[in-house]
Protein backbone atom coordinates (compact mmCIF):
# COMPACT_ATOMS: atom_id res chain seq x y z
CA UNK A 1 0.00 0.00 0.00
CA UNK A 2 0.81 3.48 -0.27
CA UNK A 3 -0.61 6.78 -1.57
CA UNK A 4 -1.28 6.04 -5.07
CA UNK A 5 -2.59 2.74 -4.07
CA UNK A 6 -4.38 2.52 -0.85
CA UNK A 7 -5.52 -0.78 0.63
CA UNK A 8 -8.83 -2.13 -0.44
CA UNK A 9 -10.03 -0.58 3.15
CA UNK A 10 -8.80 2.52 2.40
CA UNK A 11 -10.20 3.04 -0.34
CA UNK A 12 -13.22 2.22 1.17
CA UNK A 13 -12.97 5.05 3.56
CA UNK A 14 -11.73 7.46 1.46
CA UNK A 15 -15.16 6.82 -0.73
CA UNK A 16 -17.11 8.05 1.97
CA UNK A 17 -15.16 11.57 1.70
CA UNK A 18 -17.42 14.21 -0.19
CA UNK A 19 -15.57 15.98 -2.91
CA UNK A 20 -14.60 19.45 -1.66
CA UNK A 21 -14.31 18.54 2.11
CA UNK A 22 -11.47 19.39 4.72
CA UNK A 23 -10.44 16.48 6.53
CA UNK A 24 -8.77 15.78 9.82
CA UNK A 25 -7.43 12.24 9.58
CA UNK A 26 -6.37 11.17 12.92
CA UNK A 27 -4.16 8.20 13.79
CA UNK A 28 -2.50 9.51 10.34
CA UNK A 29 0.88 6.74 9.97
CA UNK A 30 2.22 7.36 6.72
CA UNK A 31 -0.89 10.00 5.78
CA UNK A 32 -1.57 7.74 3.20
CA UNK A 33 -5.05 8.28 2.87
CA UNK A 34 -4.71 12.44 3.08
CA UNK A 35 -2.06 12.40 0.06
CA UNK A 36 -4.46 9.81 -1.88
CA UNK A 37 -7.40 12.17 -1.49
CA UNK A 38 -5.33 15.31 -2.57
CA UNK A 39 -3.65 13.25 -4.96
CA UNK A 40 -6.92 12.52 -6.90
CA UNK A 41 -8.52 15.89 -6.31
CA UNK A 42 -11.30 15.27 -4.11
CA UNK A 43 -10.18 17.54 -1.76
CA UNK A 44 -7.36 20.73 -1.34
CA UNK A 45 -7.09 20.42 2.11
CA UNK A 46 -6.23 18.28 5.11
CA UNK A 47 -4.67 17.30 8.75
CA UNK A 48 -2.74 14.97 9.27
CA UNK A 49 -2.95 13.93 13.23
CA UNK A 50 -0.63 11.22 14.97
CA UNK A 51 0.03 11.12 18.48
CA UNK A 52 3.22 8.67 18.00
CA UNK A 53 6.36 9.85 17.16
CA UNK A 54 7.51 7.67 14.61
CA UNK A 55 4.47 7.76 12.49
CA UNK A 56 4.11 11.11 12.69
CA UNK A 57 7.94 11.19 11.38
CA UNK A 58 6.69 8.63 8.50
CA UNK A 59 3.69 11.11 7.65
CA UNK A 60 5.65 14.32 7.66
CA UNK A 61 8.06 12.75 5.29
CA UNK A 62 5.63 11.06 2.96
CA UNK A 63 4.16 14.36 2.49
CA UNK A 64 7.08 16.04 1.86
CA UNK A 65 8.05 13.77 -0.69
CA UNK A 66 5.08 13.95 -2.20
CA UNK A 67 5.09 17.85 -2.51
CA UNK A 68 1.82 18.33 -0.52
CA UNK A 69 3.21 20.11 1.82
CA UNK A 70 0.61 23.55 0.79
CA UNK A 71 -2.08 21.14 1.24
CA UNK A 72 -1.74 19.00 4.42
CA UNK A 73 -0.60 20.00 7.91
CA UNK A 74 0.86 16.66 9.81
CA UNK A 75 0.75 17.82 13.30
CA UNK A 76 1.96 15.17 16.63
CA UNK A 77 -1.19 15.11 18.41
CA UNK A 78 -3.89 13.34 20.45
CA UNK A 79 -6.66 12.87 19.34
CA UNK A 80 -8.67 15.10 18.11
CA UNK A 81 -6.74 17.91 19.51
CA UNK A 82 -4.89 17.73 16.03
CA UNK A 83 -7.41 20.24 14.57
CA UNK A 84 -7.01 23.87 15.20
CA UNK A 85 -10.26 26.25 14.49
CA UNK A 86 -8.87 27.54 11.84
CA UNK A 87 -8.68 24.59 9.75
CA UNK A 88 -12.34 24.69 8.62
CA UNK A 89 -12.45 20.59 9.26
CA UNK A 90 -15.61 19.57 8.12
CA UNK A 91 -14.81 15.80 7.75
CA UNK A 92 -12.82 13.74 10.69
CA UNK A 93 -11.48 9.87 9.47
CA UNK A 94 -10.60 7.70 12.12
CA UNK A 95 -9.37 4.14 10.59
CA UNK A 96 -7.54 1.32 11.92
CA UNK A 97 -8.17 1.23 15.60
CA UNK A 98 -10.72 -0.78 17.87
CA UNK A 99 -13.70 0.71 18.09
CA UNK A 100 -13.49 1.33 21.78
CA UNK A 101 -10.16 3.40 21.07
CA UNK A 102 -12.03 5.56 18.20
CA UNK A 103 -15.11 5.95 20.43
CA UNK A 104 -12.77 7.02 23.40
CA UNK A 105 -10.87 9.95 20.77
CA UNK A 106 -14.42 11.29 19.83
CA UNK A 107 -15.59 11.57 23.88
CA UNK A 108 -12.24 13.22 24.34
CA UNK A 109 -12.28 15.30 21.26
CA UNK A 110 -16.40 16.78 22.24
CA UNK A 111 -15.30 20.21 21.69
CA UNK A 112 -13.64 19.96 18.32
CA UNK A 113 -16.61 17.89 16.62
CA UNK A 114 -18.83 21.58 17.00
CA UNK A 115 -18.17 22.55 13.21
CA UNK A 116 -17.37 18.97 11.92
CA UNK A 117 -20.26 17.57 9.61
CA UNK A 118 -19.28 14.30 9.27
CA UNK A 119 -17.46 10.98 10.73
CA UNK A 120 -15.84 8.34 8.62
CA UNK A 121 -14.90 5.49 10.91
CA UNK A 122 -13.54 2.23 10.33
CA UNK A 123 -13.16 0.17 13.49
CA UNK A 124 -10.99 -3.11 13.60
CA UNK A 125 -13.19 -4.62 16.17
CA UNK A 126 -15.87 -3.52 18.70
CA UNK A 127 -17.81 -1.53 15.90
CA UNK A 128 -20.45 -1.19 18.49
CA UNK A 129 -18.72 1.24 20.81
CA UNK A 130 -18.67 3.48 17.91
CA UNK A 131 -22.56 3.10 17.51
CA UNK A 132 -23.15 3.54 21.28
CA UNK A 133 -21.15 6.71 21.10
CA UNK A 134 -23.09 7.91 18.41
CA UNK A 135 -26.05 7.67 19.90
CA UNK A 136 -25.34 9.09 22.88
CA UNK A 137 -24.03 12.29 21.60
CA UNK A 138 -26.43 13.52 19.24
CA UNK A 139 -25.02 11.40 16.03
CA UNK A 140 -27.01 9.23 13.31
CA UNK A 141 -25.25 6.68 11.44
CA UNK A 142 -25.80 7.41 7.55
CA UNK A 143 -24.03 4.58 6.08
CA UNK A 144 -22.21 1.60 6.78
CA UNK A 145 -20.04 -1.03 4.66
CA UNK A 146 -18.72 -4.35 5.67
CA UNK A 147 -15.56 -5.63 3.29
CA UNK A 148 -13.04 -8.13 3.60
CA UNK A 149 -9.20 -7.77 2.76
CA UNK A 150 -6.61 -10.51 3.61
CA UNK A 151 -8.79 -12.75 5.38
CA UNK A 152 -9.47 -9.90 7.68
CA UNK A 153 -13.32 -8.20 7.96
CA UNK A 154 -13.38 -4.55 8.36
CA UNK A 155 -16.35 -2.31 8.72
CA UNK A 156 -16.56 1.31 8.57
CA UNK A 157 -19.57 3.90 9.90
CA UNK A 158 -20.56 7.08 8.79
CA UNK A 159 -21.89 9.77 10.96
CA UNK A 160 -23.76 12.73 10.07
CA UNK A 161 -24.97 14.78 13.06
CA UNK A 162 -28.51 13.84 13.91
CA UNK A 163 -30.52 11.97 16.61
CA UNK A 164 -31.98 8.46 15.47
CA UNK A 165 -32.63 5.34 17.73
CA UNK A 166 -31.72 2.06 16.93
CA UNK A 167 -32.74 -1.22 18.30
CA UNK A 168 -30.92 -4.22 20.26
CA UNK A 169 -29.71 -6.22 16.83
CA UNK A 170 -28.83 -2.74 14.37
CA UNK A 171 -26.52 -1.31 17.26
CA UNK A 172 -24.67 -4.73 17.54
CA UNK A 173 -24.57 -5.08 14.20
CA UNK A 174 -25.22 -2.24 12.17
CA UNK A 175 -28.17 -0.79 11.02
CA UNK A 176 -27.09 -0.59 6.90
CA UNK A 177 -25.26 -3.42 6.55
CA UNK A 178 -28.40 -5.23 8.44
CA UNK A 179 -30.33 -4.58 5.23
CA UNK A 180 -27.64 -5.49 3.22
CA UNK A 181 -26.69 -8.67 4.77
CA UNK A 182 -24.13 -8.96 2.41
CA UNK A 183 -21.85 -12.59 1.96
CA UNK A 184 -19.29 -10.67 4.23
CA UNK A 185 -21.78 -9.95 6.67
CA UNK A 186 -22.66 -13.62 7.03
CA UNK A 187 -19.39 -14.14 7.15
CA UNK A 188 -18.23 -12.30 10.10
CA UNK A 189 -21.15 -13.06 12.43
CA UNK A 190 -21.06 -16.81 11.30
CA UNK A 191 -17.38 -16.57 12.65
CA UNK A 192 -18.73 -14.98 16.11
CA UNK A 193 -21.64 -17.13 16.62
CA UNK A 194 -19.40 -19.86 16.58
CA UNK A 195 -16.88 -18.75 18.74
CA UNK A 196 -19.93 -17.55 21.23
CA UNK A 197 -21.14 -20.93 20.79
CA UNK A 198 -17.40 -22.25 22.05
CA UNK A 199 -17.45 -20.45 24.85
CA UNK A 200 -20.63 -20.59 26.07
CA UNK A 201 -20.34 -24.57 25.74
CA UNK A 202 -16.64 -24.07 28.07
CA UNK A 203 -18.44 -22.29 30.20
CA UNK A 204 -21.52 -24.90 30.57
CA UNK A 205 -18.64 -26.95 32.60
CA UNK A 206 -17.27 -24.52 34.50
CA UNK A 207 -19.14 -23.98 37.54
CA UNK A 208 -22.19 -21.80 38.71
CA UNK A 209 -20.78 -18.60 39.91
CA UNK A 210 -22.91 -15.26 39.62
CA UNK A 211 -20.30 -13.89 37.56
CA UNK A 212 -20.20 -17.19 34.86
CA UNK A 213 -24.13 -17.58 34.79
CA UNK A 214 -24.31 -13.52 33.90
CA UNK A 215 -21.20 -14.21 31.31
CA UNK A 216 -23.71 -17.48 29.83
CA UNK A 217 -27.09 -15.39 30.14
CA UNK A 218 -25.07 -12.47 27.88
CA UNK A 219 -23.87 -14.54 25.64
CA UNK A 220 -27.25 -17.17 25.17
CA UNK A 221 -28.98 -13.45 24.24
CA UNK A 222 -26.19 -12.75 21.74
CA UNK A 223 -26.41 -15.88 19.83
CA UNK A 224 -30.06 -15.85 20.06
CA UNK A 225 -29.73 -12.34 18.79
CA UNK A 226 -27.40 -13.28 15.85
CA UNK A 227 -29.22 -16.37 15.34
CA UNK A 228 -32.15 -14.89 14.00
CA UNK A 229 -30.41 -11.83 12.27
CA UNK A 230 -28.54 -14.75 9.93
CA UNK A 231 -31.67 -16.57 8.66
CA UNK A 232 -31.89 -15.04 4.79
N1 LIG B 1 -5.16 5.21 9.89
C1 LIG B 1 -4.14 4.36 9.30
C2 LIG B 1 -4.77 3.19 8.61
O1 LIG B 1 -5.98 2.96 8.78
O2 LIG B 1 -4.06 2.48 7.88
C3 LIG B 1 -3.17 3.88 10.36
C4 LIG B 1 -3.72 2.85 11.31
S1 LIG B 1 -2.57 2.44 12.57
C5 LIG B 1 -2.93 0.80 12.89
C6 LIG B 1 -3.21 3.34 13.95
C7 LIG B 1 -2.49 4.64 14.17
O3 LIG B 1 -3.23 5.43 15.08
C8 LIG B 1 -1.12 4.44 14.76
O4 LIG B 1 -0.16 5.11 13.98
C9 LIG B 1 -1.25 5.04 16.17
O5 LIG B 1 -0.06 5.62 16.61
C10 LIG B 1 -2.34 6.07 15.95
N2 LIG B 1 -3.08 6.48 17.16
C11 LIG B 1 -3.52 5.68 18.17
N3 LIG B 1 -4.14 6.42 19.09
C12 LIG B 1 -4.10 7.71 18.66
C13 LIG B 1 -4.55 8.94 19.22
N4 LIG B 1 -5.17 9.00 20.40
N5 LIG B 1 -4.32 10.07 18.51
C14 LIG B 1 -3.70 10.03 17.31
N6 LIG B 1 -3.22 8.90 16.77
C15 LIG B 1 -3.43 7.74 17.43
Not at 193 to 221: M, Y
Request: glycine share 8%; net charge negative; charged share 30%.
Amino acid sequence: MNSEKLSKRLAAVASFVEQGATIADIGSDHAYLPCFLVKEAKISKAIAGEVVKGPFESAVKNVQKKGLTDAITVRLANGLEAIHECDGVDTVTIAGMGGPLIASILRDGAEKLKSVKRIITQPNIHATSIREWAVQNGWRIVDEQILKEDNKIYEIIVLEKGDVEYGELEMLVGPYLLKQKSDVFFEKWKRELDEWERVLSSLENAGNTLEINEKKEQLRKKIELIGGALIH
